[in-house]
């Protein structure tokens, strides 16, 4: 009975990524049809897909957004069902390294054009499965936060600073790379010691790990976070051990929550470094349309600059609140 839920279940999904395949009738010229696997329906995708719209719909080409909700079995099964549906094109973003160069080396043998968005696979291996590349890069959101939490350890703690930190690192190079990047702005404040680290990417995930690591280390002055999850469960958790004041968070990504929590105070997320997922977007899906349109590009790999909100630039945070209002 589990197995025919299952069959069911695909064949609901085929029938709906297959459906209006025709723009104005049986002669018409079938529209291109474009799949979107994300890594989960977050503010980054939400964002990246907004991105594909402004490119797609004045052309006509329909765009279907399956999300896999962080798990490898069911980013595998959504790269299925857009393979057996036959897309013309498929972006897709960060998924469990495992599965990653298999998925994608499934779409290659399909003959379907494939871009990277965000992350998708290591680059030696993805540069052989896919089109392109659209990304931002991981070592700038990982220098941007670590950098500022080094300067005001240096400026307003003395030089000397008790930190716990939230890594991704489980989700492989894409979080990895930050993580790099902040240890090494971290190494030029001697004083900073990093006595705690937990790895969660999710906020309901991070919070009670958070809460867990300030109850055994009460000395912790200052969090780190490498994404939305762990940045947003770090404020969070601050709040409910009631430690605003005595603790301070930088974070990596921007969403209406963190950007409310910019603008609170008392003050406890400091700054945070976002991914410009909407230009991500953009350029994926503009490197399928290129390609359609026998353009050639040199530039295999295209680097979204990161954008960077600290507390004092208040502007730039309600700029960033009304662009997103109601997402």
């Given at each position: 009975m589990k197995g025919l839920k299952i069959v069911a279940f695909v064949t609901i999904v085929l029938l709906a990524i297959t459906g209006s395949v025709y723009a104005g009738g049986a002669k018409e010229k079938k529209p291109k049809r474009v799949?979107?696997?994300?890594?989960?329906?977050?503010?980054?995708?939400?964002?990246?897909?907004?991105?594909?719209?402004?490119?797609?719909?004045?052309?006509?080409?329909?765009?279907?957004?399956?999300?896999?909700?962080?798990?490898?079995?069911?980013?595998?099964?959504?790269?299925?069902?857009?393979?057996?549906?036959?897309?013309?094109?498929?972006?897709?973003g960060p998924v469990a390294p495992a599965g990653a160069v298999a998925d994608l080396t499934r779409i290659k043998q399909s003959?379907?054009?494939?871009?990277?968005?965000?992350?998708?696979?290591?680059?030696?291996?993805a540069k052989g499965l896919v089109i392109?590349?659209?990304?931002?890069?991981?070592?700038?959101?990982?220098?941007?936060?670590?950098?500022?939490a080094a300067t005001y350890i240096k400026n307003k703690l003395g030089g000397n600073a008790t930190i716990a930190m939230v890594v991704c690192d489980s989700l492989g190079p894409v979080c990895s790379i930050r993580h790099d990047a902040i240890?090494?702005?971290l190494a030029a404040v001697p004083g900073a010691k990093v006595v705690a680290m937990q790895d969660a990417f999710q906020t309901e995930k991070a919070q009670p790990l958070v809460v867990d690591m300030l109850?055994?280390?009460?000395?912790?002055?200052?969090?780190?976070?490498?994404?939305?999850?762990?940045?947003?469960?770090a404020?969070?958790?601050?709040?409910?051990?009631?430690?605003?004041?005595?603790?301070?968070?930088?974070?990596?990504?921007?969403?209406?929550?963190?950007?409310?929590?910019?603008?609170?105070?008392?003050?406890?997320?400091?700054?945070?470094?976002g991914q410009d997922s909407y230009s991500v977007g953009k350029?994926?899906?503009?490197?399928?349309?290129?390609?359609?349109?026998?353009?050639?590009?040199?530039?295999?790999?295209?680097i979204v600059p990161v954008q960077e909100f600290p507390r004092e630039g208040v502007a730039a945070i309600k700029k960033y609140l009304e662009d997103h209002k109601g997402l």
């Amino acid at each position: 009975m589990k197995g025919l839920k299952i069959v069911a279940f695909v064949t609901i999904v085929l029938l709906a990524i297959t459906g209006s395949v025709y723009a104005g009738g049986a002669k018409e010229k079938k529209p291109k049809r474009v799949g979107v696997v994300e890594l989960y329906n977050n503010p980054y995708w939400i964002d990246a897909e907004r991105g594909i719209h402004l490119v797609a719909d004045p052309l006509g080409i329909i765009i279907t957004a399956l999300n896999s909700n962080g798990d490898p079995a069911t980013q595998a099964q959504n790269v299925t069902n857009l393979v057996s549906a036959q897309m013309d094109g498929i972006i897709i973003g960060p998924v469990a390294p495992a599965g990653a160069v298999a998925d994608l080396t499934r779409i290659k043998q399909s003959n379907i054009d494939a871009v990277c968005g965000d992350s998708c696979a290591p680059e030696a291996d993805a540069k052989g499965l896919v089109i392109g590349w659209a990304t931002s890069a991981g070592a700038d959101l990982g220098h941007g936060v670590g950098k500022a939490a080094a300067t005001y350890i240096k400026n307003k703690l003395g030089g000397n600073a008790t930190i716990a930190m939230v890594v991704c690192d489980s989700l492989g190079p894409v979080c990895s790379i930050r993580h790099d990047a902040i240890s090494q702005e971290l190494a030029a404040v001697p004083g900073a010691k990093v006595v705690a680290m937990q790895d969660a990417f999710q906020t309901e995930k991070a919070q009670p790990l958070v809460v867990d690591m300030l109850t055994a280390n009460p000395q912790v002055n200052v969090i780190i976070t490498n994404n939305q999850g762990g940045t947003e469960g770090a404020v969070a958790a601050v709040k409910q051990l009631g430690l605003a004041g005595k603790v301070v968070v930088f974070g990596i990504d921007m969403t209406n929550v963190a950007a409310s929590y910019l603008l609170e105070d008392p003050a406890i997320l400091l700054y945070t470094v976002g991914q410009d997922s909407y230009s991500v977007g953009k350029v994926a899906m503009q490197m399928l349309v290129d390609k359609w349109n026998g353009k050639k590009s040199d530039q295999f790999k295209v680097i979204v600059p990161v954008q960077e909100f600290p507390r004092e630039g208040v502007a730039a945070i309600k700029k960033y609140l009304e662009d997103h209002k109601g997402l």
